[in-house]
């Protein structure tokens, strides 16, 4: 019922900076949460940043002072705007949604998109 829409990844220099999209869609959903995942070759997935229906925000120790997460609740969006990037910010970045469907709002599901890759070189 809920598809994850990526986009912005690429290859950018150190010190540079990217803007990462996330649009979900669907019917008949609300969201609890949208966030950022990352993972890199050989290390487990990390949270880098999430935030939820009410405006909490959360992110992973590497990312704090560097990368700024936003919403727009109208178009189900969510940005991560990833500045001062560094060779250890290369990974695979996915969009998670918590989401309700339809009435039943005691039980959340989570949905993953399909990601993008996020490269800096040394």
């Known amino acids: 019922q809920v598809q994850l829409a990526e986009s912005g990844g690429g290859l950018v220099q150190a010190g540079g900076s990217l803007r990462l999209s996330c649009a979900a869609s669907?019917?008949?959903?609300?969201?609890?949460?949208m966030g950022w995942y990352r993972q890199a070759p050989g290390k487990q997935r990390e949270l880098v940043a999430a935030?939820?229906?009410?405006?909490?925000?959360n992110y992973g120790d590497s990312v704090k002072g560097r990368f700024t997460i936003s919403r727009d609740n109208a178009k189900n969006t969510v940005y991560l705007q990833m500045n001062s990037l560094k060779p250890e910010d290369t990974a695979f970045y996915y969009c998670?949604?918590?989401?309700?469907?339809?009435?039943?709002?005691?039980?959340?599901?989570?949905?993953w998109g399909q990601g993008t890759q996020v490269t800096v070189p040394s």
């Open positions: 998670h949604a918590e989401v309700v469907l339809g009435f039943d709002y005691l039980r959340s599901y989570d949905y």
């Open positions: 669907g019917s008949d959903f609300s969201i609890n949460a």
């Open positions: 935030i939820t229906s009410g405006g909490s925000i």
